[in-house]
C-alpha cells in the first residue's frame, strides 16, 4: 500500500467532508487518535480543535506529556479537565461492562457531548481502525469508540457526524501512516493503550485509591520492560484480596497482576517468556507499594483470555 498516497487522499477528503465548517477530535496519545490528529491539523488547520480529555484514568503524567509533545510539532491541544466527573460515573460500578458503559457515556454524551456543542463543531473525527469494527461487529467486546457500528446513530444521538479516516487501516498500516507524516518514534512504536484506560486494569470498582496503585504499578512494569521490543505489557489490580506479612504483621493485602503479550493485531496473543530475574524485580518493586502484598504472572494466551483484564 503506498502510505503517502493514503495521506494526501485522506487530507483531500477531510477538506471535502469539512468544508469551510470547524471539527473536533478527541487525542488520547495512542497512535491512532494522534495520526487522526496530524491528518485532521494538515487538512483543515485551526478550523480542527483538538482536546485531550483527562478522565483520571492516565498513566503517570501523560496527560501533560501529550500535550507537550503536540506543542512541540506546532499543533495545539486543549487539556480538559474531567477527572471528577468520570469518577463520580464510575463510583460503585464493578460490572465490566457498565464500567466501559459508564465511561462511554461520560465521554460522548457529557465530557465531550458539551465540548462539541460549545465548539459549534459539526464534524468529530475519530482514530477507529478495522480491528474495532470487526471485533465489536463479531461481538468480542463492545469497542467504545464504535458508536455508528453498533447502530447508534451518532448526529441524531450526539449532534454531531463522525469522519472515521483510519476505517480501513489496522494497527501496523496505522504506524506506516504515522511515519509517513513524521511522528516522533515514542508515538509511532507506541504500546497500544486501551479507551477505558486504567479502567481496564482494574478488576471491580474505580476509586482514586485503586487508581493510584494500579497506576504506580504500571509505571513499575512500563519502566522494567521499557526494552522490550513485545505488543503490550501492563500490570492490573485484582479484586481479590490475600493475606500475607509486612513489618511481623499479618495484612490482607491486594494482589497485582503482570502481563507481557507479543501479537501481531491483538487478535491473538502469546506470552513472553520474561528472565526470572526481571520478574523478581518487578515483583519486589510492586510489592513494595502500599498495601500490596501479592504480585503474579499471568501466563494465559489470548484465546481464552482477552489482553485486558475489564
Ligand atoms: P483485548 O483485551 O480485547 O484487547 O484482547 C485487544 C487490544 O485492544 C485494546 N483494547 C482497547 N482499545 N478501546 C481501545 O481503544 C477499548 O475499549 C479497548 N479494549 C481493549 C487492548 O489494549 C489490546 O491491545
Known sequence: MDYQKFVEEQIQS????????????????GVDSSVVTVLGFRALGNRLKTVFIDNALMREGEPERVVKTFAEMGIPVELIDARAEFLAALRGLTDPE?????ITRTFYQDVFGRLVRNSG???????????DIEETVAGIKRQHNILAQLGIDPEKQYGYQVLEPLATLRKDGVREVAKVLGLPDAIVHRMPFPGPALAARIVGEVTPERLATVRAATAIVEEELADWKVFQYMA???EEKATGIRNGQREFGQIVVVRCVDSV??????VVELPWPTLKRICQRITALPGVNRCLYDLTPKPPATIEYV
Request: net charge positive.
Open 98 to 102: 457498565e464500567k466501559r458503559c459508564a
Open 236 to 238: 492490573v489490580l485484582l
Open 121 to 131: 463543531a459539526k464534524f468529530l473525527l475519530h482514530g477507529t481502525i478495522l480491528t
Open 265 to 270: 493485531d491483538a487478535r491473538q496473543a502469546d
Open 14 to 29: 477531510l477538506r471535502a467532508a469539512v468544508g469551510n465548517q470547524t471539527a473536533i477530535n478527541a487525542l488520547s496519545g
